[in-house]
């Protein structure tokens, strides 16, 4: 089948140069689905066939992307035999690229990541531009495959076989210095000279390449393998079969001809893609690319007019300090706001406690740092909101001081201000009640620490008008945050499914199970840390106020047991204090703290790690199944995708809905139930569990009750 | 086109002695903070703005036309031009004027004008011989030429010239400005007791008047670690007395003068900032300004008496159809030096200076003493030079508007032998 490419253009620059350009219509991205790849064999053909060419450059007319990376879309439709075949079609096809007598060069601006990576590993010489967009890296691992286009085996032969692994384990993507550096890229130019600089290059003898003959070999891939290997369990807790599996292959594949290398490749793809986890994986993934792109049904588009692009922030303490730093590096001007010079102070310290190790680390330039401290603008008393189009409330969680901020700041904005808070716990269609114009009242809920959270709350009081929901939806989007969005209800999504599970833990501690034994339990289930060690993060204090919060609001859920409070009352809280459920010594490791151990009278054994890991997912379970009964979101995969981002929840499980669904709603139910019967009947199943059951339905399987966002 | 300015509110750093508090704040930063801090407060949209002119003496090298450099760092954008003027200590007022003129010839309604000064900042200069040796070193070609250029050079080669000091020294004549206030203080009669007696009332007043002061000041946060701030004008000496004064020696004439550091200005850093509009556009915006600019002269003088300045400025307005002195509620004559100040005030009321010098049939007048630099002045604030006529234009109109009154006057002196007179008017 031969198509006329649409997606590839082929242009011939003074006679001898090819310069093969990626730019599919009507899109910002490149990536390779099986059209282009077509296209692309079709062009390499021709130009083997004809032969006259001196030189062939491979490039791409979009702004910020090179090329992407394979379609994946088009990937997550095929069965096993489907994702052999398009493996060995773009092998095949960037095999053809690398066999071209004629020299080749990519010359690369933009996204560089995966198959993009992989066709310009396949080309001579690698020109990448200096631009900040440019990012270059095979992050297959992360999606829970391998990269699989020959990836895993030129990369190696290019750089050497430690450092292809950590690239490849290590799913990075690297800027085009760092890249440089580790000898992926030859040069380094300004994004308008990099063709040019390419077909310089081409011009001269090819660069020499190190042999890697110490590291390249079956004795060192064989130490490498079984070293790294035990890392790799330990970090991934065997849960992510991707990784141990590029492993093997990048081994393999260096004291091996590159034909088998590109055989194992494909056979580990089709291995990995046939995995629950890389479902899981890719599901995230596109729920990332979903977030990010986001409009609430029933809401308008934002045009640039309506865009925030001034914000205030009430509060300078940790979450305001952390809210005005991201969003002044997203180049925003901030007025941050708190009520003297000492709190302002605190505040613009802990703010370069931000910046500086971006300084440190090459992150950012000094004068990124400088404008982003300068965007700031710190007062201690009340100034005009009236260039301000978003106000973020961050201050104490004490319903009375909000509603006195809001009313002052209603005075001192314009009526279409966006109000909006940060609170974790209060209701935030209380707090519109406070204010002339409650329809631009909305919840922004960021997460700690704001600058590692991509995940963010967008609550929606009663009162919230529909283009407040769109405009704070869009101003989550445009700081690179994840909006995920809730209605107004007692913890909003995260820390609504969060607490049963972290007060469950408190309540196996209680009884009598140690420290380590819960957290372990946890871990093994894939949470990226134990509960308790989780509560000494976020602080006793504020987990127990959290707690006591929401059994306000749903007394027979939670059976917050003593030992949190007394911990609280005696100033063990967590790592902030030095101690918590473990100690924090000043050099170190912590360790379960004995203090707090004391406290709990074990009266009979402790329960088995089976059953603890089985009370505490299916606490999360409950309460997630809960949210969606309720209709504080669209979909499940609102909760899953909120879970996952805001908590860690283990991505390969697909979130605490997907869990659920892996297990059957039959299961789910009957194992509530025995908890209920056993332990307490806070653990009596949801009503949606019991439908679902009856029916033998799934989360996912259909439409479910649990209304959308009610935008009108 | 006639237009008036009014000063709509104004904002600046505390004045801090070079060395301490803001000296690793540059000339720029201070800029920085103000014009944001002023148009925060304000809640004048930056884009609003139709011209930045701000004040500098000694602009820093690493931010040439520092008003640029300062507007794009406060978030003004960037199709909003900027520009840097220099009259010496009437820096700060030349902008505030600059803005007028500019309004009256069309080119704008919302201006963004101040000063700023980072004396702290000012350079050490390399003399002529060695930067020959080190431009010698660096065309050397050859490692022998290089170890050759690098042995030429002597100790004499690296003792500075202090950029400080250059700066206050008049080329013109070839005075330094303390020589030449030894001069009108000489030739007015005033003793040294005097001076210091001057110099004691201002850091009585600028102590008894640090909460009014607090009202103009916006706190500046203080690098590496943005834990510790500024917010007090740091050369004011509530303890400061005649004994104490008495002490120092004179710094320009060892043996007979009476300049002293403790009757002169301080050498400070600091900015100013103030948002002005002309009239027209304040009433447009329902804007109530602290005040209007009514009249203003520039007059030059001989720059060996550059200190008597005020006086021919303030004759140039007052012939121009400014009011007459005794009709300002509050004076703010910058204290350049106790012993120019206190020479301005003789010359204003001696009816042979006023007839001779000036061409007046009668003297200038008397200024009251409390309507004389009410909160202090530059002796116990300092004197950022760029910055200084922007502060007492703030200072003058927040002192008007607490007296209730009508009419202040805002005068300084200018190294090169020139004056600034503004005449304010309450809104």
């Not at chain 1, 009278?601 to 890991?613: C, K, L, V």
Request: hydrophobic share 45%.
């Amino acid at each position: 089948m031969t198509t006329a490419p649409t997606n590839i253009r082929k242009e011939r620059h003074d006679g001898d140069t090819i310069v093969v350009t990626f730019d599919k219509p009507e899109s910002t991205a490149n990536t390779f689905d099986r059209q282009t790849l077509t296209e692309l064999e079709a062009i390499v053909d021709e130009i083997a066939d004809d032969g006259s060419a001196k030189a062939v450059v491979f490039t791409s007319a979009k702004s910020s992307i090179f090329v992407a990376g394979a379609d994946l879309v088009e990937l997550s439709k095929l069965g096993q035999d489907g994702i052999r075949e398009i493996g060995e079609f773009g092998q095949r096809v960037f095999g053809k690229v690398a066999d071209l007598r004629v020299p080749t060069a990519a010359a690369i601006h933009g996204a560089c990541l995966g198959g993009g990576l992989e066709l310009a590993l396949a080309c001579d010489v690698r020109v990448a531009s200096d631009d900040r967009a440019t990012k270059i890296g095979l992050p297959e691992c992360n999606l829970g495959i391998l990269p699989a286009w020959g990836g895993s085996t030129r990369l190696p032969r290019l750089i050497g076989l430690p450092k292809a692994l950590d690239a490849i384990l290590g799913a990075k993507q690297l800027a085009s210095r760092q890249a440089k550096k580790l000898g992926v890229v030859d040069a380094v130019v300004p994004k308008e000279h990099v063709v040019r600089e390419a077909r310089r290059m081409l011009a001269k003898p090819l660069p020499k390449r190190p042999s890697h003959a110490l590291t390249n070999n079956p004795l060192v891939a064989s130490v490498v393998r079984s070293k790294v290997g035990k890392t790799l369990a330990r970090k991934t807790g065997g849960h992510y079969p991707a990784f141990p599996r590029a492993l093997e292959v990048v081994t393999r594949g260096v004291s091996t001809s590159v034909e088998r290398s590109l055989a194992n490749e494909v056979d580990a793809l089709t291995e990995l893609t046939q995995t629950e986890v890389c479902r899981h994986l890719v599901g995230i993934f596109f729920l990332q690319e979903r977030a990010k792109r986001y409009r609430v049904p029933g809401t308008p588009e934002i045009g640039p007019e309506r865009k925030i692009d001034s914000v205030a922030v009430v509060g300078a303490g940790v979450m305001g300090a952390g809210i005005a730093q991201w969003v002044a590096s997203k180049e925003m001007p901030v007025i941050l706001r708190d009520v003297s010079r000492e709190q302002l102070a605190k505040g613009l310290a802990a703010i370069e406690g931000l910046i500086e190790p971006l300084v440190k680390r090459r992150k950012i330039s000094k004068i990124d740092a400088r404008a982003i401290r300068e965007r700031i603008v710190p007062v201690a008393h009340d100034v005009p909101l009236v260039n301000t189009d978003l106000v973020i409330e961050a201050a104490v969680e004490r319903m009375d001081v909000k509603r006195d901020i809001f009313a002052r700041l209603a005075e001192l904005s314009r009526d279409d201000t966006i109000l909006a808070t940060n609170t974790s716990a209060l209701s935030v269609s209380e707090l519109a009640e406070s204010v002339p114009h409650p329809e631009r009242v909305i919840g922004i809920h960021f997460f700690n620490p704001v600058a590692r959270m991509q995940l963010v709350e967008v609550v929606v009081a009663r009162q919230s008008s529909p283009e407040t929901i769109a405009r704070a939806v869009s101003f989550v989007q445009a700081i690179g945050k994840m909006p995920v969005v809730v209605k107004d209800s007692p913890g909003f999504v995260v820390n609504r499914v969060l607490t049963p599970y972290l007060v469950e833990a408190g309540r196996l501690f209680a009884e009598g199970a140690s420290v380590e034994a819960i957290d372990r339990a946890m871990k093994r289930f894939g949470m990226p840390m134990g509960p308790l060690r989780l509560i000494d993060e976020v602080g006793g204090d504020v987990a127990g106020h959290v707690a006591r919060h929401q059994k306000e609001h749903f007394p027979d859920r939670l059976e917050i047991p003593e030992v949190l409070t007394r911990m609280a009352d005696e100033g063990l809280l967590g790592k902030k204090s030095g101690a918590g459920f473990y100690v924090y010594p000043d050099k170190g490791r912590s360790k379960p703290n004995e203090r707090v151990a004391a406290m709990v009278s074990a009266g009979g054994p402790a329960p088995d790690a089976e059953t603890m890991t089985k009370r505490m997912a299916l606490a999360m379970v409950n309460e997630a199944a809960r949210c969606l009964e309720e209709g504080l979101v669209e979909a499940p995969e609102d909760i899953d995708f909120a879970m996952i981002m805001g908590t860690g929840f283990a991505p390969f499980r697909g979130g605490p809905l997907r869990y659920a669904d892996a297990l059957g709603a039959e299961r789910v139910v009957e194992d509530l139930r025995a908890l209920a019967s056993d332990v307490g009947p806070r653990f009596e199943p949801a009503e949606i569990l019991l439908t679902m059951s009856r029916e033998g339905k799934s989360f996912y399987s259909a439409a479910l009750p649990g209304a959308a966002i009610d935008a009108a | 086109m006639s237009e008036r300015l009014v000063i709509v509110d104004g904002v600046r750093t505390p004045f801090t002695k070079m060395g301490t508090d803001l000296a690793r704040v540059g000339a720029a930063d201070l800029a920085q903070v103000v014009m944001q801090a002023v148009l925060t407060r304000t809640g004048v949209d930056p884009a609003a703005v139709d011209h930045v002119v701000f004040g500098c003496v000694g602009q820093p090298v690493d931010a040439m036309n520092v008003a640029r450099v300062a507007a794009l760092r406060a978030g003004i954008p960037e199709r909003v031009p900027a520009v840097t003027v220099h009259r010496n200590c009437a820096s700060g007022m030349e902008a505030i004027t600059q803005a007028h003129e500019k309004a009256c010839a069309g080119r704008g309604e919302v201006f963004l004008v101040g000063g700023t000064e980072s004396m702290s900042g000012y350079p050490l200069i390399y003399n002529e011989s060695a930067k020959k040796k080190f431009m010698g070193l660096a065309g050397a070609k050859t490692a022998g030429a290089r170890v050759a250029t690098l042995l030429s050079f002597r100790f004499g080669d690296f003792s500075p010239i202090i950029g400080l000091k250059e700066g206050l020294t008049d080329s013109a004549c070839g005075l330094n400005m303390g020589e030449t206030a030894e001069l009108v203080g000489r030739e007015a009669h005033l003793d040294r007791e005097e001076m210091d007696r001057f110099a004691l009332a201002s850091h009585q007043k600028a102590a008894a008047g640090r909460e009014h002061l607090a009202e103009e000041i916006v706190p500046v946060y203080l690098p590496p670690k943005y834990e510790r701030w500024a917010d007090r004008d740091n050369g004011v000496r509530e303890k400061q007395s005649m004994e104490a004064l008495a002490k120092l020696r004179p710094v320009f004439e060892r043996k007979t003068g009476a300049v002293t550091a403790g009757n002169a200005s301080q050498v400070t850093d600091g900015a100013v900032a103030l948002l002005v509009m002309t009239e027209s556009r304040a009433v447009r915006e329902g804007v109530t300004p602290l005040g209007v600019l009514e009249r203003y002269a520039y007059s030059g003088c001989d720059p060996k008496r550059m200190g008597l300045g005020p006086v021919y400025a303030i004759a140039r307005a007052q012939q121009e159809g400014a009011p007459r002195l005794d009709e300002a509620d509050v004076v703010e004559i910058n204290e350049a030096f106790a012993a120019q100040v206190l020479a301005v005030l003789a010359a204003m009321r001696d009816p042979k200076f006023c007839r001779e010098e000036l061409g007046l049939d009668d003297t200038l007048g008397e200024i009251p003493d409390d309507r004389l630099n009410p909160n202090g002045g530059a002796i116990a604030l300092g004197h950022p030079v760029g910055a200084s006529g922007a502060r007492l234009v703030l200072t003058a109109l927040k002192e008007l508007r607490r007296r209730n009154g009508k009419r202040a006057l805002a005068s300084l002196c200018v190294g090169g032998g020139q004056g600034a007179a503004l005449w304010l008017e309450a809104a």
